[in-house]
T-cell receptor
Framework: EDKVVQSPLSLVVHEGDTVTLNCSYEVTNFRSLLWYKQEKKAPTFLFMLTSSGIEKKSGRLSSILDKKELFSILNITATQTGDSAVYLCAPTQGGSEKLVFGKGTKLTVNP | GAVVSQHPSWVICKSGTSVKIECRSLDFQATTMFWYRQFPKQSLMLMATSNEGSKATYEQGVEKDKFLINHASLTLSTLTVTSAHPEDSSFYIC????????????FGPGTRLTVL
């Protein structure tokens, strides 16, 4: 059975802190891993990772994939209150268009 | 690019009525659209996958006669919650997929359904 585990489930930090969110997965015929940010509405796309060891960056956010160890991390540096959200990871699979979502990490950034 | 819209963004209805939610891909043709449901403090749960011109594929435990999906074109899919009950109250989100090597999905803003 396909499995996606995110950790921690919940995290509370102060503005300016750096956080690392984890996503481990076990899916058949892995193709890519997607990261999303969900505030009060639907998820917004952050990154798509397809190759091991290649960091993707967007401002203060960065992410990397390890296909050998089957995990990905999402880093956020110099956190701001606007980063407060649930962060979801989802691997995609060849031969299937479905996304398998983890339960998400709820990040709260306090001023 | 890759914008997906949903309408309505929120709806309140009486128990026993039916509610239709539209999902549109605005600037691309989506080969596949997905419907998710999300209860408070839970992750997205896939309800069904729909391909244009064919019947939707429902996930286990989702009643296809209650959640009717029509995918009339490459840019429009609709979800109708028939004979809605309070337990159907939830956040319904669609996504539109671009089938390719990596199968990206783009999400609509969601529809908050409250059944009284």
């Amino acid at each position: 059975e396909d499995k996606v585990v995110q950790s921690p489930l919940s995290l509370v930090v102060h503005e300016g802190d750096t956080v690392t969110l984890n996503c481990s997965y076990e899916v058949t015929n892995f193709r890519s891993l997607l990261w999303y940010k969900q505030e009060k509405k639907a998820p917004t796309f952050l990154f798509m990772l397809t190759s091991s060891g290649i960091e993707k960056k967007s401002g203060r956010l960065s992410s990397i994939l390890d296909k050998k160890e089957l995990f990905s991390i999402l880093n956020i540096t110099a956190t701001q209150t606007g980063d407060s959200a649930v962060y979801l990871c989802a691997p995609t699979q060849g031969g299937s268009e479905k996304l398998v979502f983890g339960k998400g990490t709820k990040l709260t950034v306090n001023p | 690019g890759a914008v997906v819209s949903q309408h309505p963004s929120w709806v309140i209805c009486k128990s026993g009525t039916s509610v239709k939610i539209e999902c549109r891909s605005l600037d691309f043709q989506a080969t596949t659209m997905f419907w998710y449901r999300q209860f408070p403090k839970q992750s997205l749960m896939l309800m069904a996958t729909s391909n244009e011109g064919s019947k939707a594929t429902y996930e286990q435990g989702v009643e296809k006669d209650k959640f009717l999906i029509n995918h009339a074109s490459l840019t429009l899919s609709t979800l109708t919650v028939t004979s809605a009950h309070p337990e159907d109250s939830s956040f319904y989100i669609c996504s539109a997929g671009i089938v390719g090597l990596y199968n990206e999905q783009f999400f609509g803003p969601g529809t908050r359904l409250t059944v009284l």
